[in-house]
């Protein structure tokens, strides 16, 4: 069937087919460790990656004369089905080394991995081959750009446009393009995330780290995800130099990658100048400064510079999403849960790697709200709500409103069904808020030494499909499910 309510299905198939012979190259990558750390004898990723590239390729050549390009239904249809897919084809290393025993936990850490979320049901992860390990934190790296980002750059090499694919990959308040062609957009910011990429695991070498763990570390800092190599997370290393460096890379990517593209170029006045960057830092540093002077005044034996550093990392770990712990941040004095949980909701920027509501929405809403007051005493006024200098449409205004509310809402269902299921109010408000904001970590059981693995299946499930939800900013997915979206 070519087309199912003016949906071109072909294409969507051919795309698909692409992205999973994509994702098999990426799971050879972990080949050489295996190799290394004499893990042959299970070669689990060898398999998954020839399942996988076999699968692709079957699809590919099927629909390779179909050259249509992409239309809007397509790109959003395939953006929400290719990150199920990619994380079904996924679990192949985790069920086939036996590392996860069932198809529920490996598709939850798979999802967790692509989504950049970072909560896991891996409990000693020590334990496990280090073909895996890498594995998993690829599927960091992979998903924090996004893979369809990657792919609008050589899809018009292949005769497809990648335009509506970008728009729905990237729906954020603000799309700044950096070249008029799609394809050079997504080149570029691909290029940075490389350079990030690179320079971050040369830094944590300096440091002492492996090249394994600065490799793993690194997938997960710049695609602000959190998967780690230990059980205690950075804590492992117990290195100030290594936590300021994840610090410096996980600020960076939880700023929106255009502005990097801007200071790369010596425009670093024009990256002052966005009002969104200025706040997200101004947030980063307020909550620095109070979780620091609550824990030099409250913790004994813990020096100014120990407790400045251990709020610094908190604090950008959770508002970038990335999910990192070096403290726990549970055994810290009450009040401080309160600021780590209204942290969970503020996300980093538009068009970084992290997740979140984002901190341009809440400044739009802010300020919309501000206005507000103007506007009674001045009814007749037209009072635009402006960002960086320009005024910002009331189209904008609205889908940002729509967008908060539909997040909160969303939260609160996803709270109450948690807790139905059998989880402890703040176990099941932790678990929620960490997933449909990507963070990882929560509060509860779910905290910084806890885990997903306790969670029934069913909750798994429901707190996959937060992740993607949250991974996709909402629209993208819920679009799916409106009856209008599927007529003709």
Not at 23 to 45: R, V
Not at 310 to 320: D, Y
Request: hydrophobic letters at 55%; aromatic letters at 14%.
């Amino acid at each position: 069937m070519k087309n199912w309510k003016g949906i071109n299905i072909k294409v969507i198939i051919k795309v698909i087919g692409f992205l999973l012979m994509i994702e098999g190259f990426f799971m050879f990558l972990g080949l050489p460790f295996s190799i290394y750390y004499g893990e042959l004898e299970n070669p689990a990723l060898l398999y998954s990656g020839l399942i996988t590239i076999l699968t692709g390729g079957i699809l590919w050549f099927s629909t390779r004369k179909h050259l249509k390009n992409i239309g809007r239904k397509e790109g959003y249809v395939i953006v929400a089905v290719t990150w199920i897919i990619i994380s079904l084809f996924g679990t192949l290393p985790f069920l086939l080394s036996g590392v996860i025993s069932n198809f529920t936990d490996a598709f939850f850490e798979t999802m967790s991995g692509f989504t950049t979320t970072g909560a896991t049901i891996l409990t000693d992860i020590e334990s496990i081959p280090k073909s895996i390990l890498f594995w998993r934190s690829m599927t960091h790296w992979i998903g924090g750009m996004g893979i369809i980002v990657f792919t609008v750059a050589v899809l018009p090499i292949l005769g497809i446009g990648g335009m509506q694919l970008y728009a729905a990959e990237m729906p954020g308040v603000t799309k700044d393009k950096l070249h008029p062609k799609i394809a050079a957009t997504a080149k570029r910011l691909w290029a940075i995330y490389l350079i990030f990429t690179v320079v971050e695991t040369l830094l944590l070498l300096f440091g002492g780290m492996s090249l394994f763990d600065a490799l793993c570390h690194t997938f997960g800092t710049v695609a602000t995800g959190g998967f780690s190599t230990h059980t205690e997370s950075i804590a492992a290393f117990s290195s100030p130099y290594i936590q300021y460096v994840i610090i410096v890379f996980m600020i960076l990517a939880g700023t929106n990658f255009t502005l990097h593209y801007f200071a790369l170029h010596g425009q670093l006045r024009r990256v002052w100048k966005s009002e969104e960057f200025r706040w997200f830092i101004y947030l980063i540093l307020a909550g620095t400064l109070i979780i620091t002077l609550v824990l030099a005044l409250n913790k004994d034996g813990m020096s100014f510079e120990e407790a400045f550093r251990a709020s610094f990392f908190q604090v950008v770990s959770i508002i970038t999403t990335t999910g990192y712990i070096t403290d726990n941040y549970l055994q810290w004095p009450s009040m401080i849960w309160f600021l780590i949980i209204l942290m969970m909701f503020i996300g980093g920027m538009a068009g970084s790697t992290g997740g979140g509501i984002k901190v341009v929405r809440q400044l739009l809403l802010l300020k919309n709200s501000l206005l507000e007051l103007k506007r009674l005493i001045h009814p007749q006024a037209i009072i635009p709500v402006r960002m960086n200098g320009k005024v910002v449409s009331q189209d904008i205004i609205f889908k940002v409103m729509a967008f908060f509310l539909i997040y909160i809402i969303i939260f609160i269902i996803g709270s109450t069904v948690m807790a139905l299921i059998g989880l402890d109010a703040s176990t099941a408000i932790g678990a929620t808020a960490a997933t449909i904001g990507n963070i990882g970590p929560g509060i509860g059981a779910v905290g910084p030494e806890g885990n997903y693995a306790f969670i029934p299946y069913g909750g798994k499930w429901f707190l996959s499909f937060l992740m993607l939800l949250g991974r996709l900013e909402l629209f993208t997915v819920l679009i799916l499910f409106s009856p209008a979206f599927w007529k003709k």
